[in-house]
């Protein structure tokens, strides 16, 4: 690329960070094209990718003075850097990419991302060396009808196991896409505030059930210390009401409302008596 074309190159790239008030910094790092396409595609309207040179990117970085800390997203240190630029607030782009998935195939050095199971019955391969290499990565297969046959489920890899390329390879033959792909954001800059994925994958389920919990002992600290608030005022009334009228029984006070109850406890009290003496 010659002087001038670079130059253009930066322009378009400050111009970026000029429109989109949120930038990440990706890791596309054996990330397939197709699948790559296919999750642009589904971001176009909300966010955009862009593709450049770990070097291309810092010198653009160190070009840019309004937006504090934007260099800090380079401490992330992928292997293949992308950027991606939106208007969704952090959070909410990460949780975005999270459900922009495909599946794919293994390769070599992956890592399982859950147990691997081949499933017992026919495969889509015929008869001949194809036997001898299921074999190998200890699938027991047969020949029957002429195609290979599984004889029982077998797991070939845990969740966790590095996939060798002997594995790696009898899975594609199977057709079996174990991998679950989608963009590594690796880190999101916003208003001066960088944000890695150790922050911005927040687990909703948890998160909401833990500020349940935390209402829940707020408020029973509140009816204990007895601390009007509106949530809590009509739980301590309730209460009071009820701790007054058990006083009221138990100390026989004969008074509005708990002359029915003393009522029905003489008459139980009476009944009780009755039996024991057998009136």
């Avoid at 992308?82 to 959070?91: C, G, K, R, S, V």
């Avoid at 699938?139 to 004889?151: F, L, N, T």
């Avoid at 994925?197 to 059930?209: R, S, Y």
Wanted: charged share 30%; net charge positive.
């Amino acid at each position: 690329m010659v002087r001038e074309e670079k130059k253009q190159e930066l322009e378009k790239i400050k111009e970026l960070f000029k429109k989109y008030p949120v930038i990440g910094m990706l890791d596309l790092y054996k990330m397939p094209s197709r699948q790559l396409q296919a999750i642009k595609k589904s971001l176009r309207e909300n966010a955009l990718i862009k593709m450049w040179k770990k070097r291309l990117i810092k010198r653009t970085l160190d070009n840019i003075k309004d937006k504090k800390n934007i260099q800090k997203i380079l401490e992330f240190e992928p292997r293949e850097p992308a950027l991606i630029f939106t208007d969704f607030n952090p959070f909410k782009l990460y949780k975005t990419l999270k459900k922009s998935k495909s599946r794919g195939y293994a390769k070599t050095n992956d890592i399982a991302p859950d147990d691997i199971k081949i499933k017992a019955g026919p495969t889509n391969l015929m008869a001949g060396p194809a036997i001898g290499e299921l074999q190998r990565v200890k699938i027991p297969a047969m020949i029957k009808e002429g195609k290979i046959h599984v004889r029982q489920d077998t797991i070939v890899a845990k969740k966790g196991d590095l996939i060798s390329d002997q594995l790696a390879n009898v899975l594609k033959k199977l057709d079996i896409q174990p991998m679950e792909i989608r963009i590594n954001l690796l880190g999101v800059w916003e208003n001066g505030t960088v944000f890695g994925k150790d922050v911005l994958d927040v687990d909703e389920e948890k998160f909401i059930q833990n500020i349940k919990n935390a209402h829940n002992q707020a408020l029973n600290l509140c009816v204990n210390v007895c601390y009007f608030n509106e949530e809590s005022i009509k739980i301590i009334l309730q209460k009071a009401y009820q701790e007054g009228m058990n006083l009221g029984i138990n100390s026989n006070i004969l008074d509005k409302g708990i002359v029915e109850e003393l009522m029905k406890k003489a008459n139980a009290q009476v009944q009780a008596l009755s039996v024991r003496l057998k009136i």
